[in-house]
Nanobody, 124 residues
Framework: QVQLVESGGGLVQAGGSLRLSCAASGRTLSRFAMGWFRQAPGKEREFVAAIRRSGDITYYADSVKGRFTISRDNAKNTVYLQMNSLKPEDTAVYYC?????????????????WGQGTQVTVSS
């Protein structure tokens, strides 16, 4: 079992930045590829970014490429999502997830464990 807890969400103006953190407990995070997803009101959950176990390869949705950066510190059992140049359309609940079977996936169904989410609101 892995417990994931997100933090760092909040209200920010368009063009601003936030850094989300996802702290894991229960098992060492280095066993998992990690991902960030988001869900806006009335929309399906969508892929944002993923990172391989070693942190050497990352994947991004086209909508955030060049603005968001996923990283991990396996020694601290924590994954991060640095979000820059935020837009109102980035407003959503952001979830981190752990994947024990793939190298890093864009598909929510591949992830075994999920956090409760943290709200990000970007005002125009």
């Amino acid at each position: 079992q892995v417990q994931l807890v997100e933090s760092g969400g909040g209200l920010v103006q368009a063009g601003g930045s936030l850094r989300l953190s996802c702290a894991a407990s229960g098992r060492t995070l280095s066993r998992f590829a990690m991902g960030w997803f988001r869900q806006a009101p009335g929309k399906e959950r969508e892929f944002v970014a993923a990172i391989r176990r070693s942190g050497d390869i990352t994947y991004y949705a086209d909508s955030v490429k060049g603005r968001f950066t996923i990283s991990r510190d396996n020694a601290k059992n924590t994954v991060y999502l640095q979000m820059n140049s935020l837009k109102p359309e980035d407003t959503a609940v952001y979830y981190c997830a752990a994947d024990s079977t793939t190298w890093g996936s864009r598909f929510a169904s591949d992830y075994d464990y999920w956090g409760q989410g943290t709200q990000v609101t970007v005002s125009s």
